[in-house]
C-alpha cells in the first residue's frame, strides 16, 4: 500500500521535495519520542518522588557545573528538561490533534448542511460562524478555559484537558464550516449530483457518499496547518497559566516556568521548550503548504 501511495501523483510530489520528506521526518521524531516518552526518556518529570530539590537550576551537561545526569539540564523544581519536553510535546500534541479532530468533525458537518440545503439554514449558520469571527479566537479560548479553571478549580486532569481541549475547539470549526460550505454550493449543482436526486437517493445519503468525498481535499490542507496553530494557542493557554494543569505542564507551561529564570542566567530551562515547540509547528505548516500544492491541479 506504501509503495502504491509512493507511485502516485501526490507520492512523487512528497519524493521530490526535499522540504516535505525533511518536515515529515522531524514530525515523525516529535510525535514518535511524544508517544513513548516513557520509554525513552531517561526521568519521569511529573513523578514526584523522583525530584530532587538539590539538582535544581543545573546547566546542561557540557557546562562545567552540569551532569550527564540531565543532558539538557534541570529546572527549578530538579526536573530533567529533555524528559519534559518530550512529556510536554505529548500533551501539546494530543490537545491539538484532539481538538483539530472535533474542530472537523463540527465544522465539516455544518458546512456540508449549509451548502447542500441553503435557505434559512445556510443563513442562520453562516451568520453564527460571523459572529464567531467577530472575537479573536485567543480571546474566546482564553475566555472558557479561565471559566473552567475557575468553576472547576479542584477538577482532575483530564476535565482540565476536556475544558482546554473545547475552548479551542470554539472557534477552530468556524473556518471548515465555511470553506465547506463554498465547495458544497459548487459541488450540489453538478450532474452527478443532480442525476442522484432523480433516481431517489436521500438528500443525507447523497451529502455523505457523494459530496463529501469531493470537498475533503481543501478540508485536509487546512486540518494539517490547523495542528499547529492549535498547539501554539495550547501553548499560549499554557504560558498564561490557563491552560494545562501545572501537575501536567505542556510545552507552553515549561516555557512560562522558565521565562522567570532567563535573565538570571539559567536559558536553558526556557529555550529547549521553545525550540521543540517551535520544530513541531514549522514541520507541520511545512507539511501542510506541500499538501496544498500536491493536491492543486493546477501546479502540478
Not at 512528497?14 to 516513557?38: D, E, K, L
Not at 479553571?149 to 473556518?175: D, Y
Request: glycine share 8%.
Amino acid at each position: 500500500m506504501l509503495a502504491r501511495w509512493l507511485d502516485s501523483d501526490v507520492g512523487y510530489s512528497f519524493r521530490t521535495s526535499p522540504v516535505a520528506m525533511a518536515a515529515a521526518i522531524i514530525a515523525f521524531v516529535c510525535i514518535f519520542a511524544s508517544v513513548f516518552a516513557g520509554w525513552i526518556t531517561p526521568h519521569n518529570p511529573f513523578d514526584l518522588r523522583t525530584l530532587e530539590l538539590s539538582d535544581a537550576r543545573l546547566p546542561p551537561a557540557w557546562y562545567e557545573l552540569g551532569s550527564r545526569k540531565y543532558l539538557l539540564g534541570t529546572d527549578d523544581q530538579g526536573r530533567d528538561i529533555l524528559s519534559a519536553v518530550v512529556y510536554g510535546a505529548r500533551i501539546s500534541l494530543v490537545v491539538g490533534f484532539a481538538s483539530v479532530v472535533l474542530s472537523v468533525l463540527i465544522g465539516v458537518s455544518l458546512g456540508l448542511v449549509a451548502g447542500f440545503k441553503g435557505g434559512w439554514v445556510d443563513t442562520v449558520l453562516m451568520r453564527l460562524c460571523d459572529v464567531m469571527l467577530s472575537f479573536p479566537a485567543i480571546l474566546v479560548a482564553l475566555l472558557i478555559a479561565g471559566v473552567g479553571r475557575a468553576l472547576f478549580p479542584n477538577a482532575p486532569s483530564s476535565v482540565a484537558f476536556g475544558v482546554l481541549i473545547a475552548s479551542i475547539t470554539l472557534t477552530g470549526w468556524v473556518q471548515y464550516a465555511r470553506t465547506v460550505r463554498g465547495s458544497t454550493l459548487v459541488e450540489r449543482n453538478k450532474e452527478y449530483v443532480q442525476a442522484a436526486r432523480v433516481t431517489g437517493v436521500a438528500p443525507m445519503r447523497i451529502m455523505r457518499l457523494h459530496v463529501l468525498p469531493n470537498v475533503m481535499g481543501p478540508v485536509l490542507v487546512l486540518a494539517t496547518i490547523q495542528v499547529a496553530t492549535a498547539i501554539i494557542t495550547e501553548a499560549t493557554l499554557s504560558f498564561l497559566g490557563v491552560g494545562a494543569p501545572p501537575t501536567s505542564p505542556s510545552l507552553g507551561t515549561l516555557i512560562r516556568v522558565g521565562n522567570d529564570y532567563l535573565f538570571s542566567g539559567e536559558w536553558w530551562i526556557t529555550v529547549f521548550p521553545g525550540l521543540m515547540l517551535v520544530l513541531i509547528a514549522l514541520s507541520v505548516n511545512l507539511l501542510g503548504d506541500w499538501l496544498r500544492d500536491a493536491l492543486n491541479p493546477r501546479l502540478r
